[in-house]
Structure formats: structure tokens, C-alpha cells
């Protein structure tokens, strides 16, 4: 299994980006999809998560700014990223936890978010 993040970058304060992540090499549909995000020194944080059934919960930092989405017909989760601050930099990861026994777990390589002042 395989998860390929893209669409980080450099963005002001107050920007927006979208990420996407790509997903390949088993069912789609068996996993929950989310977004983490890391900083140097620190654990990384679950950011959002969409399940398969399209259910969704947020960390508090990104209510009301950020949107996870997934298309499921193209294995795809994006996150649109509005309102971006100083405090969202960070690596930001894609995560496929699967919903049924016998699939595992799976982490893309990270894509750098960077939210200038």
C-alpha cells in the first residue's frame, strides 16, 4: 500500500492551500483517511480524518478552516487549508488506518506546509 502527499509549499499568513494524497495498492474503501501534521521536537498530531462512510472529526486548532475530503471513486483524500497561520507549519502527513482486521496500517512521506507572517 502506498500514500503519495502533494500541494505543500510556501503560503502568507491568512492563504489557503490544498493537499492531496494518493492512494494505491490495496482497498480503498477499508481505510479511515487522515491528515497529520509534525514539527520538529514534537508528536505528531492528528490533524482531520474522514471514514470511509464520509464521517469526519477535526482537531479544535483547525475547525471552521480546514475541510478533509475524499473521493473515493479516484482514491484520493485532499485538505483544503483556509485561513492558514504561523502555527500551522509543519510536515503534514497522510494516514490510511484501516476499519477491518488483517489490513495495516499506512503513512505517506510527508509534504512541507510552511505559513509565513
Known amino acids: 500500500v502506498r500514500l503519495v502527499e502533494s500541494g505543500g509549499g510556501l503560503v502568507q499568513a491568512g492563504g489557503s492551500l490544498r493537499l492531496s494524497c494518493e492512494f494505491s495498492?490495496?482497498?480503498?474503501?477499508?481505510?479511515?483517511m487522515g491528515w497529520y501534521r509534525q514539527v520538529p521536537g514534537k508528536e505528531r498530531d492528528l490533524v482531520a480524518q474522514?471514514?470511509?462512510?464520509?464521517?469526519?472529526r477535526y482537531d479544535d486548532s483547525v475547525k471552521g478552516r480546514f475541510i478533509i475530503s475524499r473521493d473515493n471513486a479516484k482514491n484520493m483524500t485532499y485538505l483544503q487549508m483556509n485561513d492558514l497561520k504561523p502555527e500551522d507549519t509543519a510536515t503534514y502527513y497522510c494516514?490510511?488506518?484501516?476499519?477491518?482486521?488483517?489490513?495495516?496500517?499506512?503513512w505517506g512521506q510527508g509534504t512541507l506546509v510552511t505559513v509565513s507572517s
Open positions: 474522514v471514514r470511509s462512510d464520509g464521517s469526519t
Open positions: 495498492g490495496s482497498i480503498f474503501t477499508v481505510y479511515s
Open positions: 494516514n490510511g488506518s484501516p476499519e477491518r482486521a488483517w489490513y495495516f496500517e499506512v
